[in-house]
């Protein structure tokens, strides 16, 4: 029997460039199927939900298909205090999550929940997902970090009028996030924790009286009918991520991968926040048209008050990241250089 001939060493070349060539090949047909779970905790009608929908798309064509993805809104896969872990868990393949609800574990995150940082949510975008993508892989090991986003400046909504912090002694709010929380104690008022979806019927039944939120979801989910008055002053953005199950990440091919990757962009931050933002901006001027609602300025004599009023709320923070094993104050320089270079400051 004939000894078989050795294969041609620009055969052997040949075939590893080629081998080489398909692990960073477009997704294909070569790839298997892989079916995404995204939750997310906000009403279907929702201006975000849309948004990643559409990003779920753009990541199917740039599959060629073998990536699909359906939206599950409306807490339907869990609550919304529960997202970050139910992406941890694999309960859901990509979750929104808003890490305030979830006191004292993302400390550096809660540095952009600061009040009078950001003063709208387009740039605000931009530079809250170009800054923590520092220190998203420690801060949220537990997950793979897609992008971070905020929406548009949010501010007190209240059964009667805020005018001065001491106006706040007493009351019950229902704050945004942890960091809106320590505000509202330190100002001798009492917090009452809720969820945006449970946020209604806590103030209808009288467990709140006020509310931090954004200005367009006070009609969306139904605030409107419970508070009259509103305080027009850029007082806080809530910071949010939209991150994904580790393991499901790491079982895909290598050019799927990729796809994720480049749609885990500050470039995708903002193509999906833009539309949220539209929509809380646009909700200022709804809200102080309705019957009944008053939508006030502040004297700047009035606004300096509240800007002093939440200064120690920075020293609360540095303390809280600095007991994490970060420098504080590298990384409030850091926020506030990308604030200032994406323009989104006050």
């Not at 060629?64 to 339907?76: H, K, L």
């Not at 009609?219 to 991150?243: C, Q």
């Amino acid at each position: 029997m004939p000894t078989p001939s050795p294969i041609p060493r620009t055969a052997v070349i040949a075939l590893a460039a080629a081998a080489a060539l398909l692990a960073t090949a477009p997704a294909g047909a070569q790839d298997k199927p892989v079916a995404l779970r995204l939750s997310s905790w906000v009403p279907a009608q929702h201006p975000l939900n849309p948004s990643l929908i559409a990003w779920g798309e753009d990541i199917k064509k740039a599959s060629n298909g073998t990536i699909t993805s359906t939206m599950y809104p409306s807490e339907q896969l869990g609550k919304a205090l529960d997202h970050y872990d139910m992406a941890r868990d694999g309960i859901a393949d990509f979750s929104y999550v808003n890490p305030g609800y979830q006191p004292g574990r993302f400390p550096v995150m809660a540095g952009a929940a600061l009040p009078f940082i950001f003063g709208n949510a387009k740039g605000g975008t931009a530079a809250i997902d170009a800054w923590y993508r520092a220190y998203a892989a420690k801060e949220m090991k537990d997950v793979k970090f897609c992008f971070a986003f905020i929406h548009d400046p949010g501010a007190f909504h209240s059964k009667k009028k805020l005018l001065s912090p001491a106006d706040v002694k007493g009351m019950k709010v229902r704050p945004a996030t942890s960091t809106i929380g320590q505000m509202v104690t330190a100002l001798g008022g009492t917090n009452v924790q809720a969820s945006a979806p449970e946020a209604r019927d806590a103030l209808e039944r009288g467990v709140a009286d006020a509310i931090t939120f954004p200005w367009g979801s006070i009609g969306l989910f139904g605030i409107d009918k419970v508070v009259n008055f509103h305080m027009d002053l850029p007082l806080y953005t809530t910071p949010f991520v939209w991150v994904m199950n580790q393991a499901k990440y790491d079982a895909m091919s290598p050019a799927q991968k990729k796809v994720i990757d480049d749609h885990c962009t500050t470039e995708w931050a903002e193509k999906v926040a833009s539309p949220w933002a539209d929509f809380e901006f646009a909700g200022r001027a709804k809200l102080a048209g309705l019957p009944g609602h008053e939508a006030y300025k502040l004297t700047s004599e009035q606004a300096d008050a509240w800007r002093k009023s939440v200064a120690p709320l920075e020293a609360q923070w540095a303390a809280d990241v600095t007991k994490g094993g970060n420098d504080a104050k590298a990384v409030m320089e850091a926020l506030k250089a990308s604030v200032a270079k994406y323009k989104a400051g006050l």
